[in-house]
Structures are given as C-alpha cells and as structure tokens.
C-alpha cells in the first residue's frame, strides 16, 4: 500500500481502504502487513513487494 495526500485522511475513508487491503491479502493467501498507527499528510509512505532485482544493463535492455 502507499498512501500520499495533501488533505487529512477521513476515519471512513481509512476504515474502507483498510478493509479492501485484508480482503486482497487474504484471497492471495499472504500475511498481512501492519498498517501504520496514524496517517499523516503531505507525505509518501507505503510497502512494496520486491519480485526482483536486475542489473542496470539487463534493466535498460528491457525497459524503454
């Protein structure tokens, strides 16, 4: 999950993405993450899954 705004984050607006996240990890079987005690604005935070890692010259010949 990432989460970036300008504007405080509404309680229902957390409640419902929160929830959206449990659903999606629990149909793909995965543990879920902590989500964050409180959510601050004007700032990026989030959780990324690394798939892998490339080497600069296998990255620029497969990226354009």
Known sequence: WVQATARKAH???IDE???AYRVHYEAVGEDMPPFPER???SCVIG???????????AYLDTVP
Request: no cysteine; aromatic share 4%.
């Open 11 to 13: 309680q229902d607006d």
């Open 39 to 41: 959510y601050i604005n």
């Open 17 to 19: 993405l929160e929830e």
């Open 47 to 57: 959780r990324v899954d690394l798939v892998d890692v490339l080497p600069l010259d």
